[in-house]
T-cell receptor, first 111, second 117 residues
Framework: DAKTTQPPSMDCAEGRAANLPCNHSTISGNEYVYWYRQIHSQGPQYIIHGLKNNETNEMASLIITEDRKSSTLILPHATLRDTAVYYCIVRVAQGAQKLVFGQGTRLTINP | GAVVSQHPSRVICKSGTSVKIECRSLDFQATTMFWYRQFPKQSLMLMATSNEGSKATYEQGVEKDKFLINHASLTLSTLTVTSAHPEDSSFYIC?????????????FGPGTRLTVT
């Protein structure tokens, strides 16, 4: 599976949009981009995933560049409860089924 | 969304004893479940992948005789830490894959904190 690169930490003011970048320059055409987050001492929480097109759900938006080599997770109105470690993972849709976690981005929302 | 539970949430055991952790998919059938371990301030490390009715596949470096995994039904997988030692103290997290079609969304349990004294 393709590797991803994320900044180790980011800060964002409460109420503002949090934009979390992820580089996945070696992504293959059949690999999806997944985002999960882990709040302290809890299991990871699924946020969103995408293949080519931008995606939006009740939690966040996922913007994937046209060449698919990078993506951005957007939390439109960050709250203190969004403080967590955010993981960007790319994985083939078939065959290998496991999610391999990198170090993620530790996002801190400040009041 | 799909719900995965784990039991117990916390357990303290003495060195040399065995501990069983349960992972259940509450509102869906999970043909595949995964077990992860997480040490403080580190990322999740995949331990093994289990498919219902077959033997688990362990990641390199994980002792299969020490970490026994049973996936006897489509909603339950268990991890037994045998002859536990203090270095096995960790946060154990399971996840379950929903569905048989791409993109294979995966949902995680709340984790079990194991402390071996």
């Amino acid at each position: 599976d393709a590797k991803t690169t994320q900044p180790p930490s980011m800060d964002c003011a409460e109420g503002r949009a949090a934009n979390l970048p992820c580089n996945h320059s070696t992504i293959s055409g059949n690999e999806y981009v997944y985002w999960y987050r882990q709040i302290h001492s809890q299991g990871p929480q699924y946020i969103i995933h995408g293949l080519k097109n931008n995606e939006t759900n009740e939690m966040a938006s996922l913007i994937i560049t046209e060449d698919r080599k990078s993506s951005t997770l957007i939390l439109p109105h960050a709250t203190l409860r969004d403080t967590a470690v955010y993981y960007c993972i790319v994985r083939v849709a078939q065959g290998a089924q496991k999610l391999v976690f990198g170090q993620g981005t530790r996002l801190t929302i400040n009041p | 969304g799909a719900v995965v539970s784990q039991h117990p949430s916390r357990v303290i055991c003495k060195s040399g004893t065995s501990v069983k952790i349960e992972c259940r998919s509450l509102d869906f059938q999970a043909t595949t479940m995964f077990w992860y371990r997480q040490f403080p301030k580190q990322s999740l490390m995949l331990m093994a992948t289990s498919n219902e009715g077959s033997k688990a596949t362990y990641e390199q470096g994980v002792e299969k005789d020490k970490f026994l995994i049973n996936h006897a039904s489509l909603t339950l997988s268990t991890l037994t830490v045998t002859s536990a030692h203090p270095e096995d103290s960790s946060f154990y997290i399971c996840s379950a894959r929903q569905g048989d079609r791409a993109p294979y969304e995966q949902y995680f349990g709340p984790g079990t904190r194991l402390t071996v004294t």
